[in-house]
């Protein structure tokens, strides 16, 4: 509401002068307004404390439904967005960083969220991942990773290990596993990191880190399936007597080539940002080609537009 308040002029007459009272500010959203459906993961799924990190990150950063997207493909980790109170689709498998990529570059006010398994990913998604890193996208993806097809009842999956006996392979995987690390940094990603569900506060550092970056963010989280494949990461849990070794203090993160050693090493390998660089992004490049056309028809409405350019094709 606007107030208007009445002062005499120098003409006798009374001026308006309006008046606005003082903005508001916003409270940050609680994990109760964040909160939508119960998740229905299997008891002590990593895919909770990937969730509970996100609703942390919200409200961290004081973020509103209106400027947050969140989007998923298929599979148990997709169904992220139905528990998360705020704009996002569950998109089809496979599609959700084309799907994502069209809402980013449509809408670069928001903060677009991709979360997905690595059979959504990198099997029937692979195409797209390493398309969207290329482009350097603005968005960040999270690919929570369990080695195993989950929701369909344990088929060996893209970063299944060798000899993981499976539904799919009862004799044991045969083929050499993706590692996410690598595709990531060999498609052009700009943002590169790995951590595990079972370090929280990693977790939110690294999705911090990614929320900052302009650019395309890829996220490696590791998320044990305890129903399909228990045990699967004890090695990088101290907990269970393995070992979290941390990038290097001394690391570059701007070096490629470092970064691909990071990645190399066997597992658990390291947790950590390996790999971040500061690139034009494809939103800021189509808003650039996009500028430039609409100086060409300065002056003319739409329709005016539109007739011109029916016109040319003649």
Known sequence: MISTTQAAGANGHDNATLVAPPVEERKPLTRKEI????????????????LALYFKLIEKRKLWQEKITTISGIGCSSRFPYFVQAYGAHYIHGRSLAFASGVALSRPDLHVFVFGGDGDLFSIGGN??????????????????????????????????????????????????????KQALAAGATFVARTTATNPNHVLQMMEAAFDHDGFSFIECLSECVEFYEGAFEAANPRKGGVFNPVPADHDVTDEVAAYKLADAPFPGYFGIFHRVSKPTKNAREAEVSAAARQKVEGLKDWQILRKSFAAMR
Do not use: E
Request: charged letters at 15%.
């Open 35 to 50: 909160s939508a459906d119960h998740p229905t993961w299997c008891p002590g799924c990593g895919d909770f404390s990937v």
């Open 128 to 181: 797209h991942f390493t398309h969207t890193a290329r482009k350097n996208i603005k968005l960040t993806c999270v690919a929570m990773d369990n080695w195993v097809y989950g929701l369909t009842k344990k088929q060996t999956s893209p970063t299944s290990p060798l000899g993981f006996k499976s539904k799919t392979d009862t004799w044991g995987a045969l083929d050499q596993p993706v590692n996410p690390m």
